[in-house]
DNA sequence: TCCGGGTTTATACGATTGTATAAATGCACA
DNA sequence: TGTGCATTTATACAATCGTATAAACCCGGA
């Protein structure tokens, strides 16, 4: 492309913070398009515009760097789950209607967030840290339904005890993983708007309260 | 190991079909132990017994190997479920609680079952043909809980209209799905016994109806 | 018993992989 | 404006990948 004759190609320190976050970023790009095997050196190297070398500069090896973008993805996903809950409404049955419903329609649910998911969701029974990462990450998600739940089955006037508060929030967190999984990978058989009505109204059922429609 | 002193190895003929079978469950054991990358030809000739160059006297290409262990797990999962069916009481409310029983507990409920699907997971949203089956099965498992649905409500005194059946399908679906996973993944955290009693339960609460305990 | 044909093995080849090492470069600081 | 040093590139290497081809073998039918 006129690169000139010859010569070594030009380029530009970036520091080593963002360097290793845009060679993760590449590598999480990698994995999405094209699964866990088409996320080799060489190619997440192209993608973050560098030569194959630099990786090895900022990763003891490939391995590592795989690693620490899984646990880069997981960390990026609770963190946006928890600062949804900030523009959300303060009437307890309104928040958990709008957090539901944001749990399951784009942008939380799209086919790269999914990709990613389940490769991440292949390391986990093998890579002790990967299995730490996920246990802690679910169970983070699972106690803040816990919390939305109990608040609102307090303000629609029949509070529950602890352990049904804890079973209702592993069922509806259940309920949400799979919704979120369907609507992303089949978006024609679970069309965007019909998930959020499905999944406000399956929690209306699962409280027996009535949540309004966000 | 005392194979004598040098020699070609002894093998046997085992028909086409037997040793393609072969394969593939060789093929599907190598992805469930280490993932898609580590089902190498190589790694599939050894568990099968045979050498790498066999499997492409049976298949076109090694792409090709791995398309039909795919289509081959999944189709399986399918049968079991329909057969499973036949196993339950005629009983229409107990009949919906043990199906919803038996798909969060073992043997449903394993690790190597969730580790073969997320692989194909990453399949679907790239190959076509994965998609198709991924599709089918989906919406094959969710009409038939849309059936034990539809008849459990009508037993119950309460029918529901076909729109009504089908959106708590596709919720029951989501909520069945959500919770093997984690039962199959983090079984400490969501105890074999507690999926269940937490499935029920949460279908009793959907339905508005009273469940047996199965 | 032997022989034909499909099954299986053995070996080799090019491409790609992760890794290693040395040289060249851009940038902060004097 | 030069100079030190971390950053980046370039190149090379061994291992492993999927694939190709020819030879050896097992087995059923004559």
């Given amino acids: 492309m006129g690169a000139g004759m010859s010569g070594r190609r030009a380029f530009t320190h970036l520091g080593e913070d963002a360097r290793r976050s845009a060679l993760i970023d590449a590598t999480l790009d990698c994995i999405a398009e094209g699964g866990p095997q088409a996320a080799t050196v060489r190619a997440i190297a192209a993608r973050a515009g560098v030569t194959p070398g630099l990786i090895r500069h900022y990763f003891a090896s490939k391995e590592e760097l795989v690693a620490q973008a899984h646990e880069a993805l997981m960390t990026g996903l609770t963190e946006t789950s928890a600062s949804a809950l ?22 939380v649910a799209d086919a790269r967030a999914v990709a990613l998911w389940a490769a991440s969701m292949q390391l986990v029974p093998r890579d002790p840290a990967m299995r ?17 739940i109990a608040e609102a089955l307090h303000a629609a006037g029949r509070p529950a005890d602890a352990a049904t508060a804890r079973r209702l929030a592993i069922a509806g967190n259940a309920l949400l993983d799979g919704l979120w999984i369907e609507a992303s990978v089949l978006p024609e058989h679970v069309a965007s708007d019909e998930a959020r009505t499905i999944a406000v109204d399956a929690f209306a059922r699962l409280l027996g309260v009535e949540l309004p429609a966000p």
Same sequence: chains 1, 2.
Wanted: glycine share 6%.
């Fill in 86 to 107: 900030d523009a959300l409404p303060a009437d307890p049955l309104a928040r958990l209607a709008g957090f539901v419903a944001k749990a399951v329609t784009p942008p």
């Fill in 132 to 148: 730490a990462v996920h246990a802690a990450t679910y169970l983070d998600f699972r106690d803040r339904l816990e919390g939305l």
